[in-house]
């Protein structure tokens, strides 16, 4: 499956979205799916989901409703329904079954999705790692939430996808220049954004993040580790030691998002698996 994603092969042909009909055949599938304007070959969204019919024939439609769609039942919809009422815009879809596969394996192959579209085009799909059309705001859960244009510049652009240099416990990985492995517990790096890892000190990267507040965050970690209060604590209960590595950058929250999938899809083409600890909210 993994193998067919590399070589371009399984996605279903396109199809206008409006209009699609989902095959009786598979009313309870799981996969990926894509996003795009008709007449364009740039993505507009790259996602995954375990019922990808209710999906594509709900929960994306409800950017053909007269009001602006909120974060639920879709979190692209608001984009997509401001560059339909802005630009007439017309959207087709694609999507790519993943039999069998369990939700934290799906949202692996759904990084290395993204990795390769980014690889391909240079950029992440116009609205993944909740990028708005430029000056909107994001849409969350209540109508006095809903998206709105407020103008200026919200985020910053898509970054370029990071490189495949070097082994994943390497400190020049991807490209960048990542801290000396150090005890979880132990030396922290200033509060502020960046992209992190975590691992057994004799053992693969079991966990990798990214945050706005690394100190903070990097905090957390150690004390649901010293307290088993997490699945990523409770998975690296034994006595070895656990080891973190970091590299700090002038990213915002989408940037360091993109960043955080290109890793995540590096580790997983390059393991051919996933961290240990990584999508353990998927289970």
């Known amino acids: 499956m993994l193998r067919d994603l590399e070589l371009g092969e399984g996605w279903s042909s396109w199809e206008p979205l409006h209009s699609l009909v989902w095959p009786r055949s598979e009313p309870v599938a799981q996969g990926l799916y894509r996003v795009r304007r008709i007449g364009t070959s740039g993505l507009d969204y790259l996602g995954e989901s375990g019922r990808l019919r209710g999906r594509l024939t709900q929960d994306l439609r409800v950017l053909y409703r007269d009001e602006i769609p909120l974060e639920a039942p879709h979190t692209a919809a608001a984009a997509l329904w401001i560059v339909r009422t802005q630009d007439s815009a017309a959207f087709e879809v694609s999507h790519f079954l993943t039999p069998g596969l369990s939700p934290r394996e799906r949202k692996g192959i759904e990084a290395v999705a993204t990795l390769l579209a980014r690889l391909e085009s ?41 490189a495949a240099l070097g082994d994943v416990v390497d400190l020049d990985w991807c490209g960048l220049a990542w801290s000396p492995w150090s005890s979880l517990s132990g030396k922290t790096p200033h509060p502020g954004p960046g992209l992190y890892r975590i691992r057994r000190s004799s053992a693969d990267i079991a966990y990798i993040g990214q945050s706005g507040n690394l100190a903070s965050r990097l905090g957390q ?24 590595s970091w590299v700090e950058g002038p990213w915002d929250g989408c940037q360091r998002e993109e960043l955080e999938y290109d890793l995540i899809g590096h580790y997983v083409r390059s393991r051919r698996s996933i961290p240990a600890g990584q999508f353990l909210s998927s289970v």
């Open 122 to 162: 240079g950029e992440s799909p116009s609205f993944c790692f909740h990028r708005m059309p430029g000056g909107w705001t994001r849409s969350r859960r209540t109508r006095d939430d809903a998206a709105r244009f407020v103008g200026g510049t919200l985020s910053g652009p898509s970054l370029p996808p990071l």
């Open 221 to 244: 970690h150690a004390g649901a580790w010293r307290n088993r209060g997490t699945k990523l604590g409770l998975l690296l209960t034994d006595d070895e030691a656990v080891e973190c």
